[in-house]
């Protein structure tokens, strides 16, 4: 069976090499992706002029997601893309023209390394981080429809259980934009588990899933994929055994939703984060 090419972007000048991929089959209907996956940056950026610690909180990346990524690859047999990098350094779920492409100030940290970041500087950091981990993406998708099987692209994030002292009472996300093929099965499937209900459950919580220029927007919706972003809230999947638990149940979900190609058939369904598209 086709596996995907170990696709391996040029390192920059120091070594560091900003994707990671899974190998998987081409033809296994799906593609895992992770945008958040972690916390690293480049030798050069030291801490961003943070302290150490402020790297360990979601405002340097999706806590338990590269670990359930890995895992619900494996379980589907898909190949899986997977930063390398901190959203802090840049980040790669934005459009290359977004105001929060490199943030200044999150969740009332300050980042003095991005403060003074210009515009040649976020440049730099576009051509060197951000663009090859899309270009992966990219690559990836190609080779996979190249089979004669389109994918259907997921997207796996993790949601912080508090945000501005507000407590979460979601477990499970799916955002998605105006394409309801995955979506739609998945959060029905979801509302089946016995240990789920409706308030454990975000249909578009608790972000949007219409946004011009993410990964899903420019790499699946764009070419009328089938998608679905997934958020895990954290403390569910900050361990290998929440991981683990997490890729059994969406594996067992996803599967039979992403067999039938039908599903997965490339088709424009527009986008509410594009509205004259």
Excluded at 168 to 195: M, N, Q, S, T
Aim: hydrophobic share 45%; aromatic share 6%.
């Amino acid at each position: 069976m086709d596996r995907t090419p170990r696709i391996a972007p040029e390192p920059d000048e120091t070594g560091f090499v900003p994707v990671e991929t899974v190998a998987g089959r081409l033809d296994a209907g799906v593609l895992i992706v992770c945008d958040h996956a972690s916390n690293a940056l480049p030798p050069g950026y030291g801490a961003l002029g943070l302290p150490a610690a402020a790297l360990e909180r979601h405002i340097a990346w999706d806590i338990g997601a590269a670990a359930l990524t890995r895992a619900l690859a494996k379980r589907l047999e898909a190949p899986a893309v997977l930063s390398t990098f901190s959203r802090l350094l840049i980040d790669p779920n934005r459009g290359a023209d977004d105001p929060t492409l490199v943030m200044r100030y999150s969740d009332g940290a300050v980042v003095p390394g991005n403060a003074r970041a210009d515009a040649a500087e976020i440049a730099l950091r576009r051509e060197r981080y951000w663009a090859p981990y899309r270009e992966t993406i990219t690559a990836t998708v190609e080779a996979m429809l190249a089979t004669g099987e389109p994918p259907a692209v997921v997207a796996v994030h993790s949601f912080t259980p508090v945000w501005r002292g507000a407590q979460r009472r979601w477990k499970v996300g799916v955002l998605w934009d105006l394409d309801d093929r995955l979506p739609g099965p998945l959060l029905r499937a979801l509302a089946a588990e016995p240990d789920l209900h409706v308030d454990g459950i975000g249909d578009n919580e608790p972000y949007d899933g219409g946004l011009a220029g993410d990964t899903i927007d420019a790499v699946a919706t764009a070419r009328g994929l089938a998608n679905a972003l997934i958020e895990v809230r954290q403390d569910l999947i900050a361990d290998d055994a929440g991981a683990e638990a997490w890729a059994d149940r969406l594996a067992r979900l996803l599967a039979p939703i992403v067999a039938d190609p039908a599903a997965r058939a490339p088709k424009d369904w527009g986008s509410r984060a594009r509205p004259g598209r």
